[in-house]
């Protein structure tokens, strides 16, 4: 995927904030660009951040990143790109489970392989918005059943306690409306996003806690850069 190509993908979404999942920093697979920084520039975005999951190569040798850790070297995670004010950035950390779990092989016609799982991180920026101050946030979770449960339930406690109107969006690894049930947010969108050219189950998912506008549209829009929709939502 060429930089170029996300950037315009990105920038298409006209987003005042943009949650970004699996992204690359200085990856030798992505052209040893900060994919963040480089949406963040095609956008005029007036703050960003990258936050690494793990730092080194997926796949390969990495390690679990810590706060502050490895600001040069490469990485793997989650980012935030946002054309509004941000005045505060927060970090959850999500240890990876101990077991392997099933995941489909593309194009495998119903096979399965057994993968380690990886750390995961969450990332959520203070933002001076047009209703006022909202945290809004940013995962990716473990594909491990349960494992990601919890993860969430960890990630939601945290964000609540910021004591703001908050929104969190990605890929959680869990389908439908489980996410709202497991934390008792409310799901701010329901839409099949996975598959990308077909979907049939929500994986991504936009949940809310607080004080929040009316979200007066959802759309999904088919990204040729990703195997999910997009997950696009409008506030009055």
Same mark, same amino acid.
């Given at each position: ?35 963040? !920084? ?6 005029? +975005? $007036?703050?960003? /951040?990258?936050?690494? #999951?793990?730092? =080194?190569?997926? *796949? ?27 005045? !505060? ?6 240890? +990876? $489970?101990?077991? /392997?779990?099933?995941? #489909?092989?593309? =194009?495998?016609? *119903? ?126």
């Amino acid at each position: 995927m060429s930089t170029e190509r996300l950037v315009d993908a990105c920038r298409s979404l006209e987003a005042d904030v943009l949650a970004l999942q699996e992204i690359d920093r200085f990856q030798a697979r992505s052209g040893c660009v900060d994919q963040t !920084a480089a949406v963040a520039e095609g956008m005029g +975005a $007036a703050a960003w /951040r990258f936050e690494p #999951a793990l730092v =080194g190569e997926p *796949g390969a040798t990495w390690r679990a990143a810590g706060d502050g850790d490895g600001a040069g070297e490469p990485g793997y995670g989650v980012g935030l790109v946002s054309r509004l004010p941000v005045r !505060a950035w927060h970090v959850v950390r999500l240890r +990876a $489970a101990k077991v /392997r779990a099933p995941v #489909a092989v593309p =194009g495998g016609r *119903g096979r399965f392989i057994l993968l380690p799982d990886e750390p995961r991180v969450a990332l959520a920026a203070e933002v001076e918005s047009p209703y006022g101050p909202l945290a809004v946030a940013t995962t990716h979770l473990s594909f491990v059943p349960g494992w990601n449960l919890a993860q969430l339930r960890r990630v939601t406690r945290h964000l609540a306690a910021l004591g703001l109107p908050c929104v969190l969006l990605g890929d959680l690894n869990v389908p439908g409306r489980l996410p709202a049930r497991a934390t008792g947010w409310r799901a701010l969108a329901r839409a099949r996003t996975f598959p990308g050219a077909s979907p049939s189950m929500q994986l991504d998912h936009a949940l809310g806690h607080g004080l929040l506008p009316v979200v007066r549209a959802v759309s999904t829009p088919e990204l040729a850069l990703s195997d999910h929709r997009a997950l696009v939502l409008e506030f009055l």
